[in-house]
């Protein structure tokens, strides 16, 4: 065999060049990860193009990479929105959502009923920007209207709130904030594009955390904010500044989980509902049970109208004899996880109380408290076996209420 010409480079230059490229009539059907955090030019015309925004390509991966443009696209085209932003975390989307929609001395109305994270980063470190924040019950209308009657930048709710799940008039908060001078920003992470499209209701901007029912699978960690193409590059340069991009492998896996979205939300709040509905019928040892799809549920005509398909995967059970229920609830499951996130095809419980995170929302939803709190994440197994694992759970949490002296 005759060895292949080496065009005269010696053996060191060899081993860094890269190949060129396969040339294939033939496409992967599985979209590839593309690792690399630089990207070639062929020319200063080129980069200079690229710059500019007049020719499509990458440069640097903190501004942008194939993979993060494809979880970007697709979470945008669910939404019904323009453009998309995908960062490293949920969190990460949000504060570039809020800096990129808020100005010098604007003010940021923020519901009671959202993630205590995103209630610190309102009432820290954007105050400390010079953007005075004001927290109200968003869910009551007579409140939402009176709290947006002066100028606002921006107004943050949740589509479907947790821990308590209640659901805002996203219609009504959206005429409220443009009246305002404001954009509505929210965060459709529970209800997720297969229950609910806030951009249809007048949202301007919707924010996702990745790493839960978009992902599905508890093994990436990102963000994606959606909304308008002008919106949306503000947004990117203050990323870009922050140095908060997604990783190529947490974009691709997001992306790969995002394929089979509509599968297993449909699963999850169809297993939820028929937990749900037995939660109800077993009145021992339970004070309240808060899910939208129920008659029960304060906002549940308003949820009728406003989600579809279902009410979502997420049910919270408020126990008797509070955290002692509750640690006997906990202590009683045979194989259903706690753990300290939603989202997964495996059905965990979480208990708010003890997360630091969870410990902001102990005064919303008219003071309820979270000592007795357990929140449900209904997966895709069957549901006979969640509810008979439950079963087992709540008569443990009965028991506790039984003995109390």
């Known amino acids: 065999m005759q060895p292949v010409e080496r065009q005269l480079q010696k053996m060191s230059t060899l081993c860094a060049s890269p190949a060129p490229p396969v040339s294939s009539v033939t496409r992967p059907l599985a979209s590839p990860i593309v690792p690399s955090s630089v990207f070639a030019v062929d020319s200063i015309e080129s980069l200079q193009a690229v710059c500019a925004g007049e020719a499509t390509g990458f440069l640097y991966a903190r501004g ?16 019904g929105a323009e453009a998309g932003l995908a960062c490293a975390s949920g969190m990460g989307a949000l504060t570039s959502a809020l800096l990129a929609a808020s100005h010098p001395g604007g003010r940021i109305v923020a519901d009671r009923a959202l993630y205590s994270r995103t209630s610190t980063l309102i009432a820290g470190p954007l105050l400390s920007l010079g953007l005075p924040p004001t927290f109200a019950n968003l869910s009551d209308p007579e409140v939402a209207e009176r709290t947006l009657a002066e100028p606002v930048a921006a107004v943050v709710i949740e589509s479907i709130s947790t821990p308590f799940l209640t659901i805002p008039d996203l219609g009504r908060l959206a005429e409220f904030t443009h009246a305002a001078g404001g954009l509505l920003i929210v965060d459709n992470t529970v209800a997720t594009p297969y229950h609910c499209h806030p951009i249809e209701h007048g949202a301007d901007v919707v924010v996702h955390s990745g790493s839960k029912y978009l992902g599905g699978h508890s093994d990436t960690l990102s963000g994606v904010l959606v ?16 140095g908060s991009p997604a990783a190529p492998f947490d974009c691709w896996l997001t992306v790969r989980g995002l394929k089979t979205l509509a599968l297993r939300m449909a699963r999850a709040s169809s297993n939820a509902e028929q937990i749900a509905s037995f939660c109800g019928r077993r009145k021992r040892g339970v004070r309240r049970l808060f899910y939208p799809g129920l008659c029960s549920h304060p906002q549940h005509d308003r ?10 995967a997420l049910i919270a059970l408020d126990l008797l004899s509070g955290a002692r229920a509750a640690s006997a609830f906990v202590r009683a499951l045979r194989w259903i996880p706690l753990a300290p996130s939603f989202g997964d ?42 509810i008979a694992d439950l079963e087992l759970a709540l008569d443990a949490a009965a028991a506790v209420e039984a003995c109390r002296p």
Do not use: K
């Not at 949820?303 to 979502?312: I, K, T």
């Open 64 to 79: 942008g990479h194939p993979n993060q443009s494809e979880l970007e696209s697709s979470v945008a085209r669910l939404e």
């Open 227 to 242: 909304g308008t193409r002008a919106l949306v590059a503000r947004a990117r340069e203050i990323m870009v500044t922050l």
């Open 345 to 386: 095809i495996s059905t965990t419980v979480a208990y708010p109380a003890g997360l630091q995170d969870g410990m902001g929302d102990t005064a919303i939803c008219g003071g309820y408290e979270l000592e007795g709190l357990i929140r449900l994440s209904v997966g895709i197994e069957d549901a006979d076996d969640i």
């Open 303 to 312: 949820a009728v109208a406003q989600l579809d398909r279902g009410f979502g």
